[in-house]
């Protein structure tokens, strides 16, 4: 009988650590599987198609991230090109496109750049002429441009950025418009109705949880100084 139970205490001891050795597993993979799902939907592609299949040389990527400035570069093969990485959110970048037929100083002049936004998914960017004239797929690029004409406008232009807001509630550009709604010392009043009329993607985005710490900030320092 001894024998017996020391055989059933070892069968079930032998168990109970498959269990928790099979229910760590699982759980490190579902982990991992989580991790890769994430950073996948973290990913942007940015695809450049030339109208000449002939169009070669480089293309150069710049932008301001965490205090540095990065670059990347890639090269145009039978007028394409492309850049994979990944991204929090819309990021600003410079692309310059020097062709293999420009002059060796390479000044300025002769560089063909502009400025675009980046965000998750594919962007594609069409190039009849030029990268400075180029279309670009997707929806935030197109919205700021829209953004960039409000900056233009002189007179009423608060209501113009209400307008903005009101008509794109999920624009990253909304948020932007929110900003200089709010002015320097950050009126919450005046925005945080607007604020309240963003999707829910937008008021969840890093952007959009920070600026509901300014009004939340901005709300406190008025009710001290009350």
């Known amino acids: ?7 059933t205490l070892s069968i079930s001891i032998t168990v109970f650590l ?19 799902a994430m950073a996948q939907n973290n990913t942007y592609t940015l695809t450049g198609k030339f109208k000449s299949a002939d ?3 480089k293309v150069y990527m710049s932008y301001y991230q965490g205090g540095t400035t990065k670059r990347d570069s890639t090269l145009v093969n039978n007028g394409t090109f492309e850049f994979k990485g990944t991204s929090d959110g819309p990021q600003q970048v ?5 062709s293999k037929d420009a002059p060796a100083d390479r000044g300025t002049r002769n560089r063909d750049s502009r400025s675009m936004y980046l965000e998750r998914g594919v962007i594609t960017m069409n190039i009849t002429d030029s990268i400075k004239t180029a279309s670009l797929s997707g929806t935030i690029n197109p919205d700021h441009q829209k953004y960039e004409q409000l900056l233009k406008i ?11 807001v009101k008509q794109n509630p999920d624009s990253y550009f909304s948020l932007q418009a929110l900003l200089k709604l709010a002015g320097a010392y950050f009126d919450a009043a005046k925005v945080e109705p607007l604020y309240n009329e963003l999707s829910v993607r937008n008021r969840n985005s890093k952007d959009g949880q920070a600026f509901a710490a ?13």
Do not use: W
């Open 1 to 7: 009988k001894s024998l017996e139970a020391l055989a």
């Open 18 to 36: 498959t269990y928790k050795i099979m229910r760590t597993f699982f759980s490190i993979l579902y982990l991992l599987f989580a991790c890769t």
């Open 55 to 57: 169009a070669a040389g």
């Open 94 to 98: 410079y692309i310059t496109f020097i």
């Open 154 to 164: 002189k007179e009423n232009q608060d209501a113009a950025f209400t307008a903005f």
């Open 214 to 226: 300014s009004i939340s900030g901005s709300k406190a320092t008025t009710v001290g100084q009350m």
